[in-house]
């Protein structure tokens, strides 16, 4: 059991068909499993490289996420990748335009933490 579970699948989808696809199916089958269990959903943080693919991607993440939360899901949650690298630096944060490095990593936990103890699903400490 998880107090939460970050879904950050958009990363192991190959393109955004196999992603429309495969994405609210894994939702639902979560869902089955844990009905009260908040998901956040989150896309790709690395939007640098292929602006149009990372914006089609999350609007199949958002699409999911709409459709939960318009069937009544009120323990769904989204965060666009896109702010996870912060604005300052982006370049740095992966080794190969893709793969996230130490400081990629670090800022996107530290904006992944700061968005589960916003909204009330982890306690601070």
Request: a negative charge; aromatic letters at 14%; hydrophobic letters at 30%.
């Amino acid at each position: 059991d998880c107090s939460v579970f970050v879904c950050d699948y958009d990363f192991n989808a190959p393109n955004p068909e196999y992603l429309e696809k495969t994405h609210f199916r894994l939702y639902q089958r979560y869902r089955e499993k844990r009905p009260d269990t908040p998901i956040v959903f989150l896309s790709n943080p690395d939007t640098d490289e292929n602006f149009m693919q990372a914006k089609e991607r999350f609007s199949v993440i958002k699409k999911t996420y709409d459709t939960a939360a318009a069937n009544g899901d009120h323990h769904v949650y989204l965060i666009d990748g896109s702010v996870l690298f912060d604005e300052y630096d982006r370049e740095n944060c992966t080794v190969d335009g893709t793969h996230p490095n130490d400081l990629g990593f670090y800022r996107m936990a530290k904006n992944i933490y700061g968005f589960l103890i916003e909204n009330g699903l982890i306690d601070k400490e």
